[in-house]
């Protein structure tokens, strides 16, 4: 069901469900809480925002961010490389060299800051990680991922 819910927020337009779908985060924050300040979401690459014209990633961390009362830092992380979808990527290594550099934090807004990145779905934790390492370089004191669905990626 969650599958489908973000199959459709993601390549339907179904951008309604977000704020149900931002419930679902709210709550499992409420339950099980994660030091952060800020929110920054997984950014698109133009390209491919222009082709969607959204990011669903986007939409989940404003919806979050009202709920639970956190600030949303739009356009700190951007997404300098255009990769294949990570979905095409084989396995875990292709993966990481899909997204390894294509992640940059253009400003300081981050440091000192405890965030919470927001995306949809993790698979290989890849993308997370590659959006932390730039995170990181520009001062934020911990970065937490937190997604809508894990899949399992053999």
């Known amino acids: 069901m969650i599958r489908k819910a973000i199959h459709e ?19 499992y924050l409420r339950s099980n809480p994660l030091p952060g300040e800020v929110l920054v979401c997984v950014p698109l690459h133009p390209r491919r925002l222009r082709e969607r014209g959204y990011n ?6 404003r919806e979050l961010g009202r709920r639970i009362g956190l ?60 959006c932390a390492v730039a995170l ?3 001062g934020a004191m911990s970065v937490w991922g937190l997604t809508l669905a894990r899949e399992i990626y053999n």
């Not at 993601?10 to 951008?15: V, W």
């Not at 084989?90 to 992640?103: D, L, S, T, W």
């Open 9 to 27: 927020l993601k390549y339907r337009n179904l951008k309604t469900i977000a704020p149900c779908l931002a419930e679902l985060l709210a709550d």
């Open 56 to 61: 669903q990633s986007s939409l989940l961390a």
């Open 71 to 130: 600030p949303v830092i739009e356009d700190c992380l951007i997404r300098v490389r255009l990769a294949q979808p990570q979905v095409k990527a084989v396995n875990v290594e292709e993966r990481r060299r899909n997204v390894a550099g294509a992640f940059v934090c253009r400003d300081e807004r981050v440091r000192g800051k405890q965030v919470i990145l927001i995306d949809d779905v993790c698979t290989s934790g890849a993308t997370l990680e590659s």
């Open 136 to 138: 990181k370089s520009k």
